[in-house]
């Protein structure tokens, strides 16, 4: 980017959303003087199980007493809905809050713009009084050339789920690699029930995140390990083939081209689906006394003998728009220490990143979380793979329009493996520079 | 004070509070940046870009296709509905009232509807089909028949409107014209034909280049229902560009997609507006 025009151009804009931002920064400073307590902003996304998280999280933050000089917070809860506006007009006009968490990829955007403190002091902090619990590979996911792009909280880990009556019922035992996922699929095809349940449609990353996990299954991924897009590779290809196998075989259902997550989720409630990939928190979304029908299976082998899925890190990053860094740092490191009411509650269904989390006793009772993270968390990858680490032009990659193309062009089964690789590939060049 | 110079406040807020998104949204599309930097000035590269991307091609192609349907479907089911409403009879106003519903009810309600009425095989769109002897009818997952689905579900929302615009239009007709003719010997047809259809010609013609407004820029009817899927069949221009702005974070190639769809419209309208005017309907 040229510089000169960069910074006139920004300059420009920011010109005018800053004289608005400083007329109302200009009315909150007569509201704290009113009040005579400063505080620093938290915006939290709705995670988990939505509104009882929202409520959590806020009685949570509510608690927290900030010691020595450090300021107070205050809890803004923010919709998903046109998360990445938000939080770009918030940065473009130097309106963000003092910490936030947000979407898996965003803080490596924002890192790589300089709108984001890097989050070393939290992860010095931690290592100083030996509380760095992290789960393996966690922290270092969060790196950048610039230093730790934000804090991990919590992992949308991708992991094949079963359900045990249908297999039964079917006569078959669960997967242990490709070959059998095919047979397994096969018998339950033949009670008329899905091998492979995805939600394919253009408005959900359901479908993408499968076949992700598919892919870095088989040791491929978009991207080469110099961080290059690589689409069309022999890895990729044979996973697609092996998609297409299964779609040939009525193993993928094709109306899953147009399926959105609520119709996904409801043949899994209806039982007409046998098998899928899915959050680690799935079996929330059945009644009670089903939800032991669920089962999360060991990672499958690819043909050529590798493990892997996909993961999103959930992030927790610091805006250089606080009033006190020290205070947001404070903050941030006493969030971290303090969340595993979220998972006590049963509001948060993703994984936890933190081992004194994940031994609470009531995870350690979930036979199948506990299984996600001795065995899939280990072999996961974000979709930055095989790059790496992850960076900012991931956001347009993890439900781009080309994504969404891709998984409907595999479930109609019509094109190619090699040819559909390289339209994504073409694609994504577009948009990741 | 002059009458203008007590209108010149307003005048130069509303300049202002509209001009600079314009103007922006203009500097913008002969940018290469995301939504937090401007990026490089690239000129007209992004205009280039899109009238060689083939998508953008499809994409035109489905927007004239369903702005055909949403224009002349809703026309026709609207005017016959008008047309059935026009003599009084009991409970008029109730089945006028039900006729108004897909208006009346949020797009979000209405396409959450249609999804459950055509995803699923079990949907009850699909088992109807299946009963009936046509197979495996893949409504919304097969490209050929999303379309269809996309532009009847626009036809089902439209109506309504053609329907008001069109019942309007039929109470401006004297009743003595149709009296008169039907002295003369003219039948149902020929009353059709001589006098409602040259009488509220305006209207339609009017409500013709309102509905293709709407159609163009219609971006709720097919985001809510496929999103513009699969595989592209119902990506029309605006969806393409809110998917390039909002998903892919190419804001300067979005905005180059809609002023080409304004560039459009605009001339479209401009040459129906002369049209009209140079038919001298009444």
């Known amino acids: 980017m040229n510089e000169f025009n960069a910074s006139r151009s920004s300059m420009t804009r920011r010109a005018f959303l800053g004289t608005t931002a400083a007329a109302a920064a200009a009315m909150t400073v007569g509201q704290k003087a009113a009040f005579g307590a400063e505080e620093i902003k938290f915006w939290d996304m709705v995670w988990g199980t939505g509104a009882s998280y929202t409520a959590a999280a806020k009685e949570l933050v509510g608690s927290y007493q900030p010691s020595g000089d450090n300021l107070g917070v205050r809890y803004q809860s923010i919709p998903w809905a046109n998360w990445y506006q938000t939080f770009t007009s918030a940065a473009a006009s130097r309106t963000t809050p003092a910490v936030s968490s947000g979407a898996a990829f965003l803080p490596f955007y924002f890192i790589e713009q300089g709108v984001i403190a890097p989050a070393d002091d939290v992860v010095a902090g931690f290592d100083k009084s030996g509380t760095n619990d992290f789960l393996p590979g966690v922290l270092d996911a969060m790196k950048t050339d610039k230093g730790y792009a934000a804090m991990p909280w919590s992992m949308d880990l991708r992991v094949i789920w079963v359900r045990k009556s249908l297999l039964e019922k079917a006569g078959v035992e669960a997967p242990t690699d490709w070959q059998s996922f095919i047979k397994v699929g096969e018998a339950l095809k033949k009670i008329d029930v899905v091998g492979l349940g995805l939600a394919g449609g253009s408005t959900t990353t359901d479908g993408q995140h499968t076949v992700s996990a598919l892919m870095i299954n088989n040791g491929g991924g978009l991207f080469a390990t110099d961080g290059t897009l690589d689409c069309v590779t022999d890895r990729n290809i044979e996973t697609l083939d092996f998609l297409n196998e299964l779609v040939r075989k009525g193993i993928i259902d094709p109306y899953a081209a147009s399926y959105t997550s609520d119709n996904v989720t409801r043949d899994w409630l209806s039982g007409r689906v046998g098998m899928g990939f899915g959050q680690t928190g799935l079996d929330k979304n059945f009644p009670t006394d089903q939800q032991s029908d669920l089962t999360v299976i060991s990672p499958i082998k690819s043909t050529r003998g590798d493990m892997g899925t996909v993961y999103y890190i959930n992030p927790l990053m610091m805006f250089k728009t606080t009033a006190s860094q020290p205070s947001s740092e404070a903050f941030l490191t006493w969030y971290l220490d303090n969340m595993k009411v979220f998972w006590e509650k049963g509001v948060a269904i993703d994984v936890p990143v933190r081992k004194s989390i994940a031994d609470l006793p009531n995870l350690k009772q979930n036979a199948n979380l506990q299984k996600s993270i001795a065995e899939w968390q280990p072999v996961g990858k974000t979709i930055g793979a095989q790059a790496p680490r992850p960076f900012g032009a991931l956001n347009a990659v993890d439900g781009g329009g080309a994504g969404a193309a891709f998984i409907q062009q595999i479930i109609e089964g019509k094109t190619a493996s090699k040819q559909i690789l390289e339209t994504l590939q073409a694609a994504l060049e577009k948009v990741v520079k | ?282």
């Open chain 2, 1 to 282: 004070m002059t009458l203008a110079g007590l209108a010149l406040p307003a005048v130069v807020l509303m300049a202002v509070v509209n001009a600079y998104p314009v103007v922006y949204a203009g500097i913008q599309a002969l940018h290469d940046g995301d939504l937090l930097n401007l990026g490089n000035f690239v000129g007209l590269a992004n205009f280039r870009d899109a009238l060689t991307d083939p998508l953008f091609w499809r994409s035109a192609r489905f927007t004239v296709v369903f702005s055909l349907c949403g224009v002349f479907g809703s026309w026709l089911l609207g005017f016959a509905l008008a047309l059935m409403l026009k003599p009084n009879f009991p409970g008029k106003s109730v089945f006028k009232i039900l006729l108004l519903l897909p208006w009346i009810v949020p797009i979000v309600v209405s396409s959450m509807s249609w999804n459950w009425l055509t995803a699923t095989p079990d949907s009850l769109l699909p088992v109807l089909a299946r009963d009936f002897g046509f197979g495996r009818v893949m409504f919304l997952a097969d490209p050929t028949m999303a379309m269809i689905t996309v532009c009847l579900f626009k036809i089902w929302i439209s109506y309504p409107f053609m329907m008001m615009m069109m019942s309007g239009a039929l109470e401006g007709i004297e009743p003595n014209l149709y009296e008169a003719a039907r002295v003369d010997g003219a039948n149902s047809r020929q009353q059709l034909r001589y006098i409602v259809l040259p009488m509220t010609a305006r209207s339609t013609y009017i409500a013709w280049i309102l509905m293709a407004m709407f159609s163009v820029n219609d971006f709720a009817t097919i985001y809510l229902l496929t999103g513009g899927g699969p595989v592209d069949s119902t990506t029309s221009l605006i969806v393409l560009a809110y998917r390039s702005v909002f998903q892919d974070f190419r804001p300067g190639y979005g905005v180059a997609i809609s002023f080409l769809m304004t560039g459009a419209l605009v001339t479209l309208s401009i040459i129906l507006f002369r049209q009209i005017r140079k038919a001298n309907i009444a």
